[in-house]
């Protein structure tokens, strides 16, 4: 039962660019979330995302940020022109969706580091 | 403070000895969660303590989890070089069944030989 994929694992972009990063759920998971890591910093919450639906956005940057996750295929985090700010690792999560209130542990990613020349 | 902040942010001890985490965080919770990373890795999950529970073991680890003092600790028994790694603890955003997480800044624990 594979884990969290991610992809890339680490991505080079000039300032101005465009990055793509992807996260394949774990088997069986329709809860994706993702977080932003920077240097000796904890993670910051970005986006959580169930099938073909946005739920919670608020750690979203205003401008240059997206994020999606298709009925079919992987979540993408997509950011635009990017800057040397942007430069962190990225995590995504899954979660198993159930009823009632058992909460769902999140399982991680390895991560994709992002450097911004 | 920031939710879920960890004290001490950085812990070094010998192997064999025993290291002890801290985490306070401000707002009502119904679990908070420990998880490692060790050096440029993503994060393991660790234990789960929801908040009708007052400890739970898990192995090396014990977790303790005050809900009136809004304070958690996560101890490792009988340390080994291997433990070297941040902790996070983290707590959910929600009381729903799945929402985001809040971590804290981090404990960076080293265990020399």
């Known amino acids: 039962n594979a884990g969290v994929m991610q992809n890339p694992r680490h991505l080079v972009r000039r300032r101005g660019q465009e990055a793509r990063l992807r996260c394949s759920p774990m088997?069986?998971?329709?809860?994706v979330y993702w977080y932003r890591q920077l240097p000796e910093e904890g993670l910051k919450f970005m986006v959580y995302l169930q099938k073909e639906n946005i739920i919670d956005e608020s750690g979203m940057p205003k401008e240059r940020f997206s994020a999606e996750f298709p009925k079919e295929g992987p979540s993408i985090l997509r950011i635009q022109q990017v800057v040397r700010g942007d430069s962190a690792a990225y995590f995504c999560?899954?979660?198993?969706?159930?009823?009632?209130?058992?909460?769902?542990?999140?399982?991680f990613g390895p991560g994709t580091r992002l450097t911004v020349l | 403070s920031q939710q879920g902040e960890e004290d001490p942010q950085a812990l070094s001890i010998q192997e064999g000895e025993n290291a002890t985490m801290n985490c306070s965080y401000k707002t009502s919770i119904n679990n908070l969660q420990w998880y490692r990373q060790n050096s440029g890795r993503g994060l393991v999950h660790l234990i789960l303590?929801?908040?009708?529970?007052r400890e739970k073991h898990s192995g090396r680890l014990r977790v303790t989890l005050d809900t009136s003092k809004k304070s958690s600790s996560l101890l490792i028994t009988a340390s080994r070089a291997a433990d070297t790694a941040s902790y996070f603890c983290a707590t959910p955003g929600g009381t729903g069944t799945a929402s985001k997480l809040t971590f804290g800044t981090g404990t960076r624990l080293q265990v020399t030989l």
């Open positions: 088997k069986g998971h329709s809860h």
């Open positions: 999560a899954s979660s198993l969706r159930t009823s009632g209130s058992y909460y769902n542990e999140q399982f």
């Open positions: 303590i929801r908040s009708n529970e």
